[in-house]
């Protein structure tokens, strides 16, 4: 029967790796690995990453916002999600032209780094073609919900265009 290993002896995996005389490679990939068991290297990459991309400026006046659901709704899924957007306009993904962008719900997830590609994945949806509104079946219990506007490149304005986050219920 095997024996379950505790938590703090897997953690301790690498530092043995790091004490290993003229194993410098693996040293660095311990490294990494350590880095990564306390978060450092998405942070990193992010840091790293970041003048590559160029990024869009916008008008200072731009505001993203929910015009449904309202903060703290309970609803039934799908819920219905409507974006707005004020000075600035909606244009589909690919499509540079100034003071536009397309929106991107974010779902149960932060606000990613900024100066790079949003994520594409079930908590960072994005509406390259230009829509305003979106039916989102959701899970019973509670979710939040934030808008993010991005560039042609789906990378977020300079500043970032985000909204405020909500908190909603979704019935069973
Ligand atoms: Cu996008």
Same mark, same amino acid.
């Given at each position: 029967m095997p024996i379950p290993v505790p938590i703090w002896r897997t953690a301790s995996f690498p530092t043995s790796i790091l004490r290993m005389p003229g194993r410098r490679v693996c040293g660095f990939f311990a490294g990494v690995a350590l880095a990564a068991i306390s978060g450092l290297v998405p942070v990193g990459l992010a840091e790293a990453a970041e003048p590559a991309i160029p990024r869009t400026?916008? *008008? %200072?006046?731009?505001?993203?916002?929910?015009?449904? *659901? %309202?903060?703290?709704?309970?609803?039934?899924?799908p819920i219905v999600v409507r974006f707005g957007l004020r000075e600035m306009g909606v244009a589909p993904a690919g499509v540079a032209q100034p003071q536009t962008g397309h929106h991107h719900l974010i779902v149960d997830a932060e606000v990613p780094p900024s100066g790079l590609p949003i994520p594409k994945n079930d908590h960072y949806l994005h509406f390259g073609g230009g829509q305003t509104e979106v039916s989102l079946p959701l899970a019973p219990g509670k979710h939040t919900l934030q808008l993010l506007l991005g560039d042609h490149n789906h990378v977020p304005h300079d500043p970032p265009v985000v909204s405020e986050r909500i908190t909603i219920e979704v019935r069973k």
């Amino acid at each position: 029967m095997p024996i379950p290993v505790p938590i703090w002896r897997t953690a301790s995996f690498p530092t043995s790796i790091l004490r290993m005389p003229g194993r410098r490679v693996c040293g660095f990939f311990a490294g990494v690995a350590l880095a990564a068991i306390s978060g450092l290297v998405p942070v990193g990459l992010a840091e790293a990453a970041e003048p590559a991309i160029p990024r869009t400026k916008r *008008p %200072e006046q731009a505001q993203v916002y929910f015009i449904s *659901p %309202e903060n703290g709704a309970t609803l039934t899924s799908p819920i219905v999600v409507r974006f707005g957007l004020r000075e600035m306009g909606v244009a589909p993904a690919g499509v540079a032209q100034p003071q536009t962008g397309h929106h991107h719900l974010i779902v149960d997830a932060e606000v990613p780094p900024s100066g790079l590609p949003i994520p594409k994945n079930d908590h960072y949806l994005h509406f390259g073609g230009g829509q305003t509104e979106v039916s989102l079946p959701l899970a019973p219990g509670k979710h939040t919900l934030q808008l993010l506007l991005g560039d042609h490149n789906h990378v977020p304005h300079d500043p970032p265009v985000v909204s405020e986050r909500i908190t909603i219920e979704v019935r069973k």
